[in-house]
């Protein structure tokens, strides 16, 4: 399967953006999707997941309540809406997949066999 990340962008603080993730190669609706980001010198970091058993959407804490997962089965396309945004938001966001993705390994870049390309976000302030 393969991932196609867009939507990226510089924005002000306090704004919004919507990245998208493109499924190819296999069903979306198969495979739970992850957003992964990675700022300058920082690992790279969970942000949020929906995990197809069970239907459970994770996110991370620092963006709890601001970023929201939908997804169109349509466009086979996973959609990360992210609001409020803010200058720590600012990193290389990464679509991942998995289709055997267990709970304990939901916030674990090992827990995912596919990933696209970042796409750059800029928050300034």
């Known amino acids: 399967v393969q991932l196609q990340a867009s939507g990226g962008g510089l924005v002000q603080a306090g704004g919004s953006l919507r990245l998208s993730c493109a499924v190819s190669g296999g069903s979306v609706r198969r495979y739970s999707i992850g957003w992964f980001r990675q700022a300058p010198g920082k690992e790279r970091e969970f942000v949020a997941t929906?995990?197809?058993?069970?239907?459970?959407?994770y996110y991370a804490d620092s963006v709890k309540g601001r970023f929201t997962f939908s997804e169109d089965n349509a466009k086979n396309t996973v959609y990360l809406q992210m609001n409020s945004l803010k200058p720590e938001d600012t990193a290389v966001y990464y679509c991942?997949?998995?289709?055997?993705?267990?709970?304990?390994?939901?916030?674990?870049?090992?827990?995912?066999?596919?990933w696209g390309q970042g796409t750059l976000v800029t928050v300034s302030s």
């Open positions: 929906i995990k197809r058993s069970g239907g459970t959407t």
């Open positions: 991942a997949a998995s289709g055997t993705l267990i709970t304990s390994m939901v916030r674990h870049k090992d827990g995912y066999a596919y």
